[in-house]
């Protein structure tokens, strides 16, 4: 059975800093591409960042980065999503997701095209 536990998620401060983790289990990720997605109240689930399993390949959603990183370590099965700067309106649920492959175009970012998600970890800035 297919696991994603997302961690890291709290309440801070505009400005402040969070690294959120997702550890995946049950089966193995080999090629499959591992990204976050966030859902603020009210609104639909959106892309933020994914990462290929091997090579540099990686995509945020526009305007993030260079404020967020993701990285993932292969060998742990596990994907992080550092975030610097906070501010309040990147307040959200954010959920892991895997995908097997990747895709520079629109799929990538699509969250219907991901087969497996985690149930999410809350992120809330204040002003």
């Known amino acids: 059975q297919v696991r994603l536990v997302e961690s890291g998620g709290g309440s801070v401060q505009t400005g402040d800093s969070l690294r959120l983790s997702c550890a995946a289990s049950g089966r193995t990720f080999m090629g499959y591409t591992m990204a976050w997605f966030r859902q603020a109240p009210g609104k639909e689930r959106e892309f933020v960042a994914r990462?290929?399993?091997?090579?540099?390949?990686?995509a945020y959603a526009d305007g993030l980065e260079g404020r967020f990183t993701i990285s993932r370590d292969n060998a742990k099965n596990t994907v992080y999503l550092q975030m610097n700067s906070l501010k309040p309106e990147d307040t959200a649920v954010y959920y892991c997701?895997?995908?097997?492959?990747?895709?520079?175009?629109?799929?990538?970012?699509?969250?219907?095209?991901?087969?497996?998600w985690g149930q999410g970890t809350q992120v809330t800035v204040s002003s």
């Open positions: 997701a895997v995908m097997p492959g990747w895709s520079w175009g629109t799929e990538g970012s699509t969250a219907a095209k991901y087969d497996y």
């Open positions: 990462k290929s399993y091997t090579g540099p390949h990686t």
